[in-house]
């Protein structure tokens, strides 16, 4: 009689057959190399912080996302994928690797292959790309030999399956259509796969309109595409392969829930566990408006114990059980800078506290009796550590980035405030390398997060450390609650949105925090409040935007994203768009109301804005940008945009990274430091920046008909 694990392995046998392999990425620093020698530090590059090896979600501020960790079976090992980015080539090298718990050291690569898996957003009903990176989680076989997980290749993500040993690694499906999310039968003898509910019908029939002209409606974000955008749904088609064939079969409903299961989900949830006794540890609100801290519960049948000590309530990211305790991991403190991990015993008065950092703790899983999770702080980047569930002690397991210990960077020191309506927020102040008290200094602020190790700001455009080695300080932000928060009667996002639109209201609260930490960092170190800078993308945009009609603050200025303005935004935002700003309190396109933009509209305000503004924007957003861009250079104001091809809301690609850094930079110097990079190949970069700054405008030179 042959065994189930045998009988496996000759239908993984079957499937190289049917699938042949892949040939490998040529990515041999995927994993770092050696430690770094020498005392002598050396300065940061560009290509330091683009080609980090990122475990996880890339940005910090994203506390409710998967986590990129899985636990084998028996608790020894994890499996995580890393991604680093690689100039040479345009793109990202991608390992499977398999490391055990205990001592420290590197993990071993299973896989290595594969291109960038970028996230899909779901607004207003339909999938729109975003350009961050997907965190993709492997799934462990029962017996803990096999990985499951997703790849692409050429433009298709597949199912695939690696030997846990290192022993290789096929795809498994060939489908048509990205595969989503992947599971294991209860006796690891089928791979269960799932894609989007009829993706390949809807692509087709997108094709079929096509051939007869798409009507105009909803389904179109001209900004992005004339194709419509596809529809949002979480429900799946899921299929089986038999590891022992390579038959492909639908999926019984057991194998249905367990892909659903595996599936990321569209919206955040709120954190849940199920404890060995089948007790449930979850999440309750005093009312509907998601603004309201929620309180953890503990329910068995019709029973239910509240935990009511402060811990237990707001900020929770994660539970767990171990035994007859329930571990929380919660972020707490000055606006919410701190991170803190509680055991509660259901019963008890008040929890016990076994860990407090400002460090970063991402992607926490438990594994025996310690969580794994990554840790980061504002001048370190990420690591796999293990934190003692018994006494809050951590120890690494593994840094993927050992290099940074031989790198200087400047010093950081967090600031704290509030704003003009008292609601607390906070900032890192970076100071160059080597600076000597007393010396008068730029300053640069970047938005709109400063969550862990401190790259570029939300969309990291904006390197910080980078900035400050060029002799500019830089005021890292963390943004103050929602305005909302104010008004706990509101019960929906929505309605949140449009109470933090009402009169611009939201706004004001931002740029008051920010000029309250601007005026900090300048009443406590050598800031020069004449030389002051300001970054954004997105919500930072916006209030960038807002900054430069409504304060003289700011004498340079910088956008990743642009702009609400009234003749050109919801025209291309398209239908769906303007009937979303319109729910928010937004004027209709067809209604002149110069009240409602005076405080936000570049366009409108172009004649007396002299801030000079550089917009590096991506090609599926920038004809938002056309009129603000144009009203200012029509008033010959000292404005560039530059579009990069293929791009999305958060910028994917490493070659478009260094150019957006490297630009930002030498916009920053060459307004707020007067300095110039020699390199010949900028020439007439700084002979456009010059013109600006005479007043002059370049005439066009006049081309003769022929």
Known sequence: MVSANIRGWLGLAVLCLLFPATARANCEDVLPANEPSGTVKRDLTAADLIQLREIGDPDSAVFNGPSPFAVSPDGSRIAYIINRA??????????????????????????????????????????????????????????????????????????????????????????????????????????????????????????????????????VSPEISARPLTPATEALDVSAVDLRTGAVMPA????????????????????????????????????????????????????SRRCDAEACAGGIVSLWW???????????????????????????????????????????????????????????????????????????????????????????????????????AWGDLVLPPGHKPGEKLPMVVVQYHSDGFLRGGTGDDYPIFLLAQRGIAVLSTERPNFFAAAFPQLKTWYEINAANQKDWGERRSLLSSILTGVRMAVDRSDIDPARVGITGLSDGASTVAFALINSKAFAAAALST??????????????????????????????????????????????????????????????????????????????????????FHVKWQPIHRRAVYERNLDWFSFWLQGREDPDAAKIAQYRRWRAMRSGEQPSPEPVPVR
């Open 86 to 219: 690689d100039l040479a080539k345009n793109s990202y090298c991608r390992a499977l690797v398999v490391g055990g718990l205990t001592g420290v050291g590197s993990p071993d690569i299973v896989d290595r292959g594969g291109e960038l898996i970028k996230i899909m957003d779901v607004q207003r009903g339909f999938y729109l790309p975003s350009g961050a990176t997907r965190t993709i989680v492997p799934s462990w076989s029962p017996d803990g030999r096999t990985l499951a997980y997703l790849r692409r290749d050429h433009g298709v993500t597949q199912a695939w399956v690696a030997q846990a040993d290192g022993g290789g690694a096929r795809a498994i499906t060939r489908s048509d259509v990205d595969v989503e999310a992947v599971a294991w039968s209860e006796d690891g003898t089928r791979l269960l796969y799932g894609t989007r509910k009829g993706a390949a019908a809807v692509r087709e029939e997108l094709d079929r309109e096509g051939q007869s002209g798409w009507l105009y409606d909803r389904r």
């Open 252 to 303: 019984d409903a057991a194998e249905q829930s367990a892909v659903e299961r595996a599936a990321p989900a569209d919206m955040p949830v709120d954190p849940e566990a199920i404890g060995a006794d089948g007790r449930k540890a979850h999440l309750e609100r005093s009312n509907t408006s998601p603004l309201t801290p929620a309180r953890l519960v503990v329910t068995n049948g019709d029973s």
């Open 322 to 424: 171990r035994g007859a305790s329930v571990l929380i991991l919660r972020r707490e403190g000055w606006a919410k800078e701190a991170m803190a991990l509680y055991r509660w015993r259901p019963g008890a008065a008040r929890p016990t506290a076994l860990l407090r950092t400002t460090d970063v703790l991402h992607g926490c899983v438990m594994a025996g009796t310690e969580l794994v999770c990554t840790r980061e702080d504002s001048s370190t980047p990420r690591k796999v550590v293990a934190i003692d569930t018994a006494n809050g002690r951590m120890r690494t397991i593994f840094d993927p980035n050992p290099e940074f210990a031989g790198i200087r960077l400047g010093s950081v020191t967090r600031l704290r405030w509030r704003n003009d309506l008292g609601l607390e």
């Open 562 to 647: 642009c702009c609400m303005e009234p003749n050109t935004t919801a025209t291309y935002g398209g239908i769906a768009w303007a009937e979303w700003l319109r729910g928010m309190g937004y004027p209709p396109a067809t209604q002149d109301n110069p009240g409602f933009w005076r405080d936000m509209s570049l366009a409108r305000n172009a004649a007396r804005i002299d801030t000079p503004l550089l917009m590096q924007l991506a090609d599926n957003e920038f004809r938002l940008a056309l009129e603000a861009f144009g009203a200012l250079h029509e008033q010959s104001k000292p404005v560039e945009m530059y579009v990069y091809p293929d791009e």
